[in-house]
């Protein structure tokens, strides 16, 4: 579904703050894989969401979708296939919007412009159907405005935003980092859930390894830029937490920078 070929972004070339963010990166996701993403501060996972994504230009290398060659592509194009949540709740949503007309913009993504106006019946049925689903009660809340929200409702419908017309790659970038544990085990459940039913490919960042290893169907680790592991199958099912770090300190030489993750 996708493919990257030998993609490298540095930042501040040729001074002294030079900075490779991405380093010769190639990997191939087949439809409906679910790879997390893990690695200390620093370590290019972002940076590769946004070259992805279209937010960063690559300096070498190739991102090829669903056979389209899209590495050349502005964001505002890349966004017709691609889906994404951010870590913070308050992107992804207009706030002074209701949710309705927020979840409309969201449903209305590749569709032909058209002189009509308003929300017809059948699509309003269609979004309490789909919210409904997240166990939220938002389905009785249409007319609300979306600044009215919690973290995690505001964050639930971002994630549903994302993916009511279906994206051929979902890209979320600790996207429950800035919840609290329950709220953000919530929000991974539905996570796996609309994934699952969609058979949609995704990139996740997370700082959470126990998440990394459970949520999906790969994890792959970065360091200094770089895929330095490339888990799944039996080896990746039967990994702990400990042994994950333990083997990134094999293959890069250092101590996993745990500062920010959760272990479990």
Known sequence: MITIEHLSKRFHAGTADEKVAV???????????????????????????????GVCEADAGRIILDGTDITGMPEYRRSRWIGRVFQDPHMGTAYDMTIEENLAIAYSKNKPLSLSRGIRRQEREFFRERLAVLGLGLEDRLQDKVGLLSGGQRQALT?????????????????TAALDPVTAAKVLQLTTEIVAESKLSTFMVTHNLQDALTAGTRTIMMDRGRIILDLK?????????????????EKSGTKLRTDRMLLQ
Do not use: Y
């Not at 994302?162 to 979320?172: E, G, S």
């Open 159 to 175: 994630l549903l935003m994302a993916t009511i017309v279906r994206p051929k790659l979902l890209l979320l970038d600790e996207h």
């Open 23 to 53: 380093d010769d990166v190639s990997l191939h996701l087949e439809q409906g894989e679910f790879v997390t993403v893990i690695g200390s501060n620093g370590a290019g996972k972002s940076t590769l969401l946004n070259c992805i994504a």
């Open 233 to 249: 199958g039996p080896q990746r099912e039967s990994m702990s937490v400990e042994e994950l770090i333990a083997l990134f300190a």
